[in-house]
């Protein structure tokens, strides 16, 4: 009850200050004010190429500071209708301010970008322009609904026992046309051409992984329901390697990794790329994937690179790989001139385990598969 009689008082004031036939929805650029502000959340908006863009409320200052429920002032109402419609996380506005790394100087040189008087107030947000936009419609719509007193809404609410802004109410209202725009006729060429920008669907993504990167029809299916699909996407994309190999290490790899304890959550999306990059460039081997994926959940202040050095876990040069293989091979020479091609296995798993992350295991069979050869060939 102590909202809506609330409410009801805003709207009586607001009419008795005549505000009904000043607003106007007039959004002005206001970015340049707050270059060198000291508010990181404007800081950081403008440095990621947003804006600061306001809006002027004439005759509502002190309005934004009313409290209409409990901890909760009219600002408030205003700030949870430009979330809910625009996505931003909130809004700034002279009532509340200096405060937030915003100084008085700031105030003065908003208030006069936007040709504020004393007796208005200003409502800004900080987002990138569309978003920023949307906002402001979204709060200029809602002091116009003041002029009216209680809004008709959704409204959930919150542990202590006051509410909050979900969605408009149903009904004919929302069906409206937005009135400020007049009718946009599309033509058939715009929707031709909006068509080629469609993401692929879930079906044409399955189809050109099985088709063009060759991968499995399980394994795509795998990597089409994964979190990692941006990742093996734009590795693929980048890199010159097997997409067999990145699907999988992206998603049985992780998991038979999970299941063992590893925290992968902590190894970032550019690790995977390093990894990659390194795998492209033949300086490691796809086997010690695994391995470096491990180390970096223990210290992911890491590059990859810098793992690759730590562990040596770099390529092993072929030459090495074959006098290694050779030296094997002729310890178990008995077991070849016993069971001659069918000692293969035997050696490649012995071989593996020597070499595990040193070299390729298709290169470690190939070596295998030609000195037993030359053996049995020879003997």
Not at 83 to 108: C, M, Q, S, W
Not at 263 to 268: A, E, F, P, R, T
Request: charged letters at 30%.
């Amino acid at each position: 009850v102590q909202r809506q009689l609330t409410l009801l008082k805003i709207r009586d004031e607001l009419l008795s200050r005549g505000v009904e036939n000043k607003l106007a929805f007039n959004p002005v650029d206001v970015t340049s004010v707050f270059m060198n502000t000291e508010c990181k959340v404007i800081r950081d908006v403008i440095s990621s190429n947003g804006g600061v863009y306001a809006l002027k409320l004439p005759c509502f200052k002190g309005i934004l500071k009313i409290e209409v429920q409990p901890k909760h002032r009219f600002g408030t109402e205003l700030s949870d209708r430009a979330r809910v419609l625009a996505g931003v996380n909130g809004i700034f506005h002279t009532d509340e301010l200096p405060a937030y790394g915003i100084t008085e100087g700031e105030v003065k040189r908003l208030l006069e970008a936007v040709s504020a008087s004393q007796d208005d107030a200003v409502v800004f947000v900080a987002s990138q322009e569309h978003q920023a936009l949307k906002a402001l419609k979204a709060v200029y719509e809602r002091c116009i609904e003041a002029l009216k007193g209680v809004p008709e809404e959704t409204r959930a609410a919150n542990s202590d026992g006051t509410t909050y802004y979900t969605r408009p109410r149903p009904g004919a209202a929302r069906l409206y046309p937005e009135t400020d725009i007049p009718p946009l006729v599309v033509m058939e060429e715009r929707i031709r051409r909006l068509k080629t920008l469609l993401p692929e669907t879930p079906d044409e993504k399955f189809e050109r992984f099985t088709k063009v990167l060759k991968l499995s029809s399980k394994l795509a299916q795998e990597i089409l329901n994964s979190y990692y699909l941006p990742v093996f996407e734009k590795i693929v994309s980048k890199y010159n390697v097997n997409p067999t190999i990145v699907a999988s290490t992206l998603t049985s790899t992780l998991t038979s990794l999970r299941r063992d304890g590893v925290n992968i959550d902590l190894v970032s999306d550019e690790h995977f790329e390093e990894i990659f990059k390194l795998l492209q460039d033949g300086i490691i081997v796809k086997e010690s994937i695994p391995d470096i994926i491990r180390f970096l959940s223990v210290d992911v202040n890491k590059n990859v690179i810098d793992i690759v050095h730590e562990k040596n876990l770099f390529v092993m040069p072929r030459e090495k790989v074959e006098e290694v293989v050779r030296e094997i091979v002729l310890k178990n020479i008995n077991v070849v001139a016993e069971r001659k091609g069918k000692a293969i296995d035997l050696l490649i798993g012995q071989a593996m385990k020597t070499l595990r992350g040193k070299a390729d295991s298709g290169v470690i069979k190939d070596l295998i598969v030609k000195i037993v050869n030359e053996i049995i060939g020879g003997g």
